[in-house]
């Protein structure tokens, strides 16, 4: 490493909001800095090191051996400076400060847009930001403070808040004007003959299709006519209620249809029942003060 500086911490900062955007766009974008301005920083960042951290191209920037080692060992640090400072900022009273999620756009309909709002009411100094992802990733890795699945097995290092309804089912439906042309399903491999809306994870696995009734569950993997990607998840519903075939999703995501008429429901019998949303966040030793008011503030809503 050079002696003629010593990398500052908004240096370090903007590195890993790079590898974490994978790239200076996105990263200023996120930054709220020009392209420019981030790459002048990277290039001093690197000067003062006297090592490459990234490996740029014009189509990809991708960390160095020695930048992943760099980012992997860096988070957790800043992640507790970010903490601490919270906590310094909000010494008093008020909490503030920013709070960021990754979260999968299932909650996104109904679940967690009104507990946001009302947290925001309540806690004027807060900032949340929400990225919207379907994997299960480190939070830390992410740049983000909490996360939000659905049935994951957590470290040992890792806390889990259930957030949202305690327990969720599965649908399964179709528009009436395709039942009445395709005739409708009496046991679950009927759907094996039908055409079929799929959705499939961002990680390339196919959501199966889960049935369950009287202790018998059956996991069956029909056709997927159409397959749309879980951030579409809206356009596949749209597909079924066109007459594009059944479709399997949240119950809560496709009520308002059956309400309307748009979808009828389909072997409600084997409707599966499946615990509900879990608020997920590493145990350290600084929690940050916006996390730590929304974990409160989750767990009074739940006993409201």
Same mark, same amino acid.
């Given at each position: 490493?050079?002696?003629?500086?010593?990398?500052?911490?908004?240096?370090?900062?903007?590195?890993?909001?790079?590898? =974490?955007?994978?790239?200076?766009?996105?990263?200023?974008?996120?930054?709220?800095?020009?392209?420019?301005?981030?790459?002048?920083?990277?290039?001093?960042?690197?000067?003062?090191?006297?090592?490459?951290?990234?490996?740029?191209?014009?189509?990809?920037?991708?960390?160095?051996?020695?930048?992943?080692?760099?980012?992997?060992?860096?988070?957790?640090?800043?992640?507790?400076?970010?903490?601490?400072?919270?906590?310094?900022?909000?010494?008093?009273?008020?909490?503030?400060?920013?709070?960021?999620?990754?979260?999968?756009?299932?909650?996104?309909?109904?679940?967690?847009?009104?507990?946001?709002?009302?947290?925001?009411?309540?806690?004027?100094?807060?900032?949340?930001?929400?990225?919207?992802?379907?994997?299960?990733?480190?939070?830390?890795?992410?740049?983000?403070?909490?996360?939000?699945?659905?049935?994951?097995?957590?470290?040992?290092?890792?806390?889990?808040?259930?957030?949202?309804?305690?327990?969720?089912?599965?649908?399964?439906?179709?528009?009436?004007?395709?039942?009445?042309?395709?005739?409708?399903?009496?046991?679950?491999?009927?759907?094996?003959?039908?055409?079929?809306?799929?959705?499939?994870?961002?990680?390339?696995?196919?959501?199966?299709?889960?049935?369950?009734?009287?202790?018998?569950?059956?996991?069956?993997?029909?056709?997927?006519?159409?397959?749309?990607?879980?951030?579409?998840?809206?356009?596949?519903?749209?597909?079924?209620?066109?007459?594009?075939?059944?479709?399997?999703?949240?119950?809560?995501?496709?009520?308002?249809?059956?309400?309307?008429?748009?979808?009828?429901?389909?072997?409600?019998?084997?409707?599966?029942?499946?615990?509900?949303?879990?608020?997920?966040?590493?145990? =350290? =030793?600084?929690?940050?003060?916006?996390?730590?008011?929304?974990?409160?503030?989750?767990?009074?809503?739940?006993?409201?």
């Amino acid at each position: 490493m050079s002696n003629n500086s010593a990398a500052s911490l908004d240096e370090l900062s903007v590195f890993l909001a790079i590898v =974490r955007a994978g790239g200076f766009r996105d990263a200023a974008r996120q930054l709220g800095v020009s392209p420019s301005t981030v790459s002048e920083t990277l290039s001093r960042l690197e000067a003062s090191m006297g090592v490459r951290l990234l490996s740029r191209t014009t189509r990809s920037v991708t960390p160095t051996e020695a930048g992943r080692d760099l980012a992997a060992r860096l988070e957790p640090i800043l992640a507790e400076a970010r903490a601490a400072v919270d906590a310094a900022m909000s010494s008093g009273n008020a909490v503030r400060g920013m709070l960021r999620l990754n979260v999968p756009g299932a909650v996104m309909v109904d679940i967690l847009p009104p507990l946001v709002e009302a947290f925001l009411r309540r806690h004027p100094d807060v900032s949340v930001e929400i990225m919207v992802d379907d994997r299960f990733v480190d939070t830390v890795a992410a740049g983000c403070d909490a996360g939000i699945r659905y049935g994951e097995r957590l470290a040992q290092d890792m806390i889990a808040v259930p957030i949202g309804p305690a327990m969720q089912q599965a649908a399964t439906a179709a528009s009436p004007a395709y039942l009445d042309a395709h005739g409708r399903p009496e046991h679950p491999r009927d759907v094996l003959q039908h055409e079929c809306v799929r959705l499939r994870f961002s990680s390339g696995a196919m959501i199966p299709w889960e049935f369950a009734r009287d202790g018998e569950e059956l996991v069956v993997e029909p056709e997927g006519r159409l397959i749309v990607g879980t951030s579409g998840g809206s356009a596949a519903i749209k597909s079924a209620i066109n007459g594009f075939g059944l479709i399997q999703g949240f119950r809560n995501l496709l009520e308002p249809h059956f309400a309307t008429g748009a979808l009828e429901p389909v072997l409600q019998d084997w409707w599966p029942e499946f615990e509900g949303p879990q608020l997920y966040f590493y145990n =350290r =030793r600084f929690m940050p003060a916006p996390l730590r008011a929304f974990v409160d503030f989750v767990t009074e809503a739940r006993r409201g």
